[in-house]
């Protein structure tokens, strides 16, 4: 039914990037499934903006993240981003930041939003979890994220290194809000996780500054723990989070271990946004041992294209675009719940059968 479809999706585009790595093979089959899951709700087609990061963009410009990436990303909307592998790059183009955090820190992504959820037809250690990170994406003790210039990083000795942590009332309060705007249209509760008790100053001004943007919110319920407490509380009793809020370090590590409780870091979907930008790209990496062997998961990146879709359909421009992305998620967990996996979730699919799977789901229905 194409019925309230917004004539401004008429003129969608998105960027596509492929990266490194697995890249390539997950993200063009993540396009396949956004085209799909388009065409079955009889929408415009996207017109796909394909752009360069990682080892082409360095053999085609010199460096792994060009200035004419970074113009065509500053025209669009949102755009889909395969994983880097910057570890292999040559020591010239390893230097500044890593292709994901240029972009990020270029277009101000200040939330990284990070779900994990146990799917039915999955392995998992948790099989109640269904969560969201909101994970501060601008500072914190991410040194690499957090100055105007340089890495935030000094040694002033060959044995002395030192980094730097920044915190700020700003970014805090964006973050904040946002996560208990999300938590409102969920089961209105949220965690914010912190290390008050050994930087009292810092994480405990994150604290102190999320519980006073809750009392804007007067509908969620509010609790906050310790990261080490939280860490072991996931792995006991995941069901008992619903939105954590959270800083640089502590979510990029919590995530991953979300992710893999659900059943793998294959599964792990994640958005990096700005107020008016987003960003699809999965928690896991490059993973360079399976490039080119058709094995890889590609479930984190449709999830996170579908949650890219789903955010800009919280919008009215784009309110389409939130059927869209509920579209592809039903036909990941109908495909996971058949018995249809990659070897990483104990299945025998390959990449493109996976797909292919999902494929049929967005076609039937």
């Known amino acids: 039914m194409s019925e309230g479809i917004d004539p401004l999706l008429d003129s969608l585009r998105l960027g596509l990037i492929e990266g490194?790595?697995?890249?390539?093979?997950?993200?063009?089959?993540?396009?396949?499934?956004?085209?799909d899951a388009f065409d079955g709700l009889k929408l415009p087609k996207v017109e796909w903006v394909p752009l360069l990061i990682g080892h082409a963009a360095i053999e085609e410009f010199g460096d792994p993240v060009p200035e004419p990436t970074f113009q065509a990303l500053a025209e669009l909307p949102a755009w889909i981003m395969g994983p880097h592998d910057s570890a292999s790059y040559a020591v010239e183009h390893r230097t500044g930041l890593p292709?994901?955090?240029?972009?990020?820190?270029?277009?101000?992504?200040?939330?990284?939003i990070r779900p994990?959820?146990?799917?039915e037809g999955v392995r998992s250690v948790a099989p109640a979890m269904d969560l969201l990170i909101m994970r501060e994406n601008t500072e914190g003790l991410y040194a690499d994220r957090n100055m105007a210039a340089g890495s935030g990083e000094f040694q002033p000795s060959r044995d002395v290194a030192?980094?730097?942590?920044v915190f700020t009332r700003a970014a805090i309060e964006r973050i904040a809000h946002l996560g208990f705007e999300i938590a409102s249209e969920r089961d209105k509760r949220v965690t914010i996780v912190h290390k008050a008790n050994v930087l009292p100053m810092t994480m405990g001004?994150?604290?102190?500054?999320c519980y006073e943007v809750a009392k804007q919110y007067p509908e969620i319920t509010v609790i906050d723990e310790h990261v080490d407490a939280a860490a072991a509380h996931l792995v006991r009793a995941p069901q008992d989070y619903d939105v954590i809020v959270t800083e640089n370090l502590c979510g990029d590590i919590l995530s991953d271990l979300a992710g893999e409780l659900s059943g793998s870091l294959g599964m792990?979907?994640?958005?990096?946004?700005?107020?008016?930008?987003?960003?699809?790209?999965?928690?896991h990496g490059a993973a360079p041992t399976l490039a080119g062997h058709n094995r890889a998961n590609p479930v984190a990146l449709f999830n996170s294209a579908a949650g890219m879709l789903r955010?800009?359909?919280?919008?009215?421009r784009y309110s389409a675009l939130r059927r869209v992305g509920e579209r592809i998620e039903h036909a990941v967990a109908d495909t996971l719940r058949a018995g249809v996996a990659t070897g990483d979730l104990g299945g025998l699919a390959s990449t493109t059968e996976f797909t292919e799977q999902v494929r049929a789901r967005l076609h039937r229905w």
């Open 311 to 316: 955010w800009m359909g919280r919008t009215q």
């Open 162 to 165: 030192l980094a730097v942590g």
């Open 99 to 112: 292709p994901a955090g240029a972009v990020r820190k270029r277009f101000g992504m200040y939330a990284n």
């Open 268 to 283: 792990a979907a994640s958005v990096n946004c700005s107020d008016t930008q987003i960003m699809a790209q999965a928690v």
């Open 20 to 35: 490194d790595g697995i890249g390539p093979e997950i993200v063009r089959a993540t396009r396949e499934v956004v085209d």
């Open 116 to 119: 994990a959820r146990t799917m």
């Open 205 to 209: 001004m994150f604290r102190d500054v």
